[in-house]
Nanobody, 128 residues
Framework: QVQLVESGGGLVQSGGSLSLSCGNSGRTFSSAGMGWFRQAPGQDREFVASIRWSGGITYYRDSVKGRYTISGNNAKNTVYLQMDNLKPEDTAVYYC?????????????????????WGQGTQVTVSS
């Protein structure tokens, strides 16, 4: 089975940076896009960033634009999230996800329902 594994989380001071990675340690599969979501205590899981491999089109939630960068390797089903100028409100468990289906509208990858596989999450804590 597909097993997505995130790494790179941790504790950082406000204004600092972290780099998250996500790879597949299970059976090989082909994804059309990958994304990052996060969930803070007592809150719903929310979209953070996505990339559709075809065209390399990326999306970000407004609050992270200019601070986060998503990238990856389609052939390896690996996705990264570079997070700079972190803020305490970025504190959450970050999850990566992979979507097998191709959507003409690249914005579709902002929605959790299009994803088939999810990682277990990695904790990101930003202190003030």
């Amino acid at each position: 089975q597909v097993q997505l594994v995130e790494s790179g989380g941790g504790l950082v001071q406000s204004g600092g940076s972290l780099s998250l990675s996500c790879g597949n340690s299970g059976r090989t599969f082909s994804s059309a896009g990958m994304g990052w979501f996060r969930q803070a205590p007592g809150q719903d899981r929310e979209f953070v960033a996505s990339i559709r491999w075809s065209g390399g089109i990326t999306y970000y939630r407004d609050s992270v634009k200019g601070r986060y960068t998503i990238s990856g390797n389609n052939a390896k089903n690996t996705v990264y999230l570079q997070m700079d100028n972190l803020k305490p409100e970025d504190t959450a468990v970050y999850y990566c996800a992979a979507a097998a289906g191709f959507y003409t509208s690249s914005g579709a990858y902002r929605h959790p329902d299009v994803y088939n596989y999810w990682g277990q999450g990695t904790q990101v804590t930003v202190s003030s």
